[in-house]
């Protein structure tokens, strides 16, 4: 307090430039390889905040005050710009729970009369299968929303049934502030489960071809590119990187999103899969998220995650890592679960390994951690333990964090 009262009462008058100067160094989350700063400058996030406040307003809250739930943590671009800088800026109400355990969330809603609800896949899953949802008025919910990795379709579809209320779906990555796509309900839009739905205001999005800088027509499976007010300046110190996600074609410098997508004849997008999580059988190509879906359509299926693994064979087999519905423990084996696959998928895709867990790994978002799991994989063949595998994952980021720090702080003590 003595610091703060002997300060200038004025805040300083500092100079910068918002679309060149960095407001937010926002690491993506290293699931797939090492993490990458993101500069994200004062005019990307001012701008990602017009975008969705336009959007939200015009569809859902005319006239309303917006009451927020903040359950994500902010220290993801997707709590950052939805539980932070969104409400912020429209004057809403921050309800924050930072610790957000699936009673709490339910408890908040009904008590602060929460009307805007940004959550992720697994918090959605918690709430539907607590047992008390139905004892809480959920009335008050207006937009809710599910971002940062695949909603499952069977999760959605049993939320809007229990609360009357739909998730709509979007999509966004850390270097887009993050978000690029959502959905608008009738009348202004369409209802289509499983979508992404259409771009923002401003945005332009497309599908291009994964290896080559051009786009492809309508209704192809190529990879997601992106541009817009909110996409990043560039990676920070990743000359390299850069030149890999970025091109320009026709005057527009697109990003590319490392997920593969489609557009359907309303241009609606829909994420096929991500770019490296596609796994190669017999020379097929075999996206984990439709093997998913089909996997959370069996009712003793509680979690569903599918990957790669190595096979000289094959190139890679399908491997799902399942977790059962307590009431399911026990009763159903592996076989079962194969055979349920089989009926319903083409023969290169069913999985023909699976393995029963009693949790997934994930991230601090709660998204399952794919590489963690095929490397596993990979540490079984050599006749490591899991156990090992989790102390070299952990000492890997340690080594990363301190490597990064040591950098930073070395170039700033060159600038003092």
């Known amino acids: 307090i003595e610091v703060l009262a002997g300060g200038p009462i004025e805040p300083p008058k500092v100079e910068i430039n918002p679309k060149e100067d960095v407001a937010v160094l926002q690491y993506t989350g290293g699931t797939t390889g090492t993490p990458k700063g993101a500069m994200l400058t004062h005019f990307n996030i001012v701008s990602q905040c017009r975008q969705l406040e336009e959007w939200l307003r015009s569809s859902f809250m005319r006239g309303a005050r917006m009451v927020t739930a903040a359950v994500i943590p902010w220290f993801h671009i997707y709590g950052q710009t939805t539980g932070m800088n969104l409400p912020l800026l429209g004057g809403a109400t921050i309800v924050i729970l930072p610790a957000p355990e699936t009673k709490e ?14 959550a992720v896949p697994l ?10 949802i139905n004892k809480y008025d959920l009335s008050s919910l207006k937009f809710v929303s599910s971002g940062a990795f695949a909603l499952p379709v069977e999760v959605a579809k049993k939320f809007e049934s229990m609360t009357g209320v739909p998730i709509l779906e979007g999509y966004g990555l850390t270097e887009a502030c ?13 209802r289509k489960i499983g979508s992404i739905g259409i771009p923002l205001p401003g945005t332009l999005a497309a599908v291009a071809d994964p290896e080559e800088d051009r786009l492809l027509p309508m209704g192809e499976i190529g990879e997601l590119v992106v541009a817009g007010p909110q996409v990043m300046k560039g990676y920070w110190n990743r000359p390299e990187e850069n030149r890999k996600v970025f091109f320009t074609l026709d005057g527009i410098k697109w990003l590319r999103t490392g997920d593969f997508a489609r557009i359907d004849e309303n241009g609606y997008f829909y994420i096929v899969d991500r770019k490296k999580d596609m796994i190669k059988y017999k020379g097929y190509q075999v996206f984990p998220r439709e093997v998913e879906e089909v996997l959370y359509q069996h009712p003793a299926v509680l979690e569903a995650v599918v990957v790669g693994v190595p096979d000289p064979g094959v190139g890679e087999n399908v491997k799902a890592f399942i977790v059962l519905r307590p009431e399911y423990k026990g ?3 592996e076989e079962e679960i194969i055979e349920w696959c089989k009926k319903r998928l083409a023969a290169y895709k069913y999985p023909r390994l699976v393995e029963f867990r009693d949790s997934i790994p994930k991230t601090y978002v709660g998204k399952a951690w794919r590489r963690l799991l095929v490397e596993e994989e990979k ?8 156990e090992d595998i989790y102390k070299q994952e952990e000492e890997r980021y340690k080594g990363f964090v301190g490597e990064l720090w040591k950098k930073t702080l070395d170039e700033a003590s060159g600038k003092l």
């Open 105 to 118: 969330i339910l408890k908040a809603i009904e008590k602060y009369k929460v009307n805007v609800f940004p």
């Open 123 to 132: 918090i959605f899953l918690n709430m539907v299968e607590h047992p008390d």
């Open 178 to 190: 993050p978000v690029t796509h959502v959905n608008t309900p009738p009348p202004r839009g369409l």
């Open 331 to 333: 009763k159903v084996t």
């Open 379 to 386: 540490r079984k063949m050599e006749g490591k333990s899991a």
